[in-house]
Nanobody, 125 residues
Framework: QVQLVESGGGLVQAGGSLRLSCAASGRTFSSDVLGWFRQAPGTKREFVAAIWSATSTYYADYADSVKGRFTISRDNARNTVYLQMNSLKPEDTAVYYC????????????????WGQGTQVTVSS
């Protein structure tokens, strides 16, 4: 059974940093798109970042709200994707979800093949 498990969430002060990890199991995701979404109370699930490869080149996409502050990366040997979050703001507070899928387009539209269970990130002011 495929499973995505996030870790690394917690409570930080504004301006601080966190690194989230998402470990996949059940199959290899080296050729798939991996991404991160977040959802704050009372809001829709929001795209944060995605990473994929094509013709031996890696590509990344970020939401405007996190561009320049967050960095997505992956370690295919560990079947893991990371989200390095710097200069955190209170508005970054949300449950962060890992996502994986074979299609960038579907994942970008919050329709991945797989979701993780989420990890809470809270940024205090």
């Amino acid at each position: 059974q495929v499973q995505l498990v996030e870790s690394g969430g917690g409570l930080v002060q504004a301006g601080g940093s966190l690194r989230l990890s998402c470990a996949a199991s059940g199959r290899t995701f080296s050729s798939d798109v991996l991404g991160w979404f977040r959802q704050a109370p009372g809001t829709k699930r929001e795209f944060v970042a995605a990473i994929w490869s094509a013709t031996s080149t890696y590509y990344a996409d970020y939401a405007d709200s996190v561009k320049g502050r967050f960095t997505i990366s992956r370690d295919n040997a560990r079947n893991t994707v990371y989200l390095q979050m710097n200069s955190l703001k209170p508005e970054d507070t949300a449950v962060y979800y890992c996502a994986a899928g074979s299609s960038y387009g579907r994942l970008r539209l919050a329709l991945p093949d797989y979701w993780g269970q989420g990890t809470q990130v809270t940024v205090s002011s």
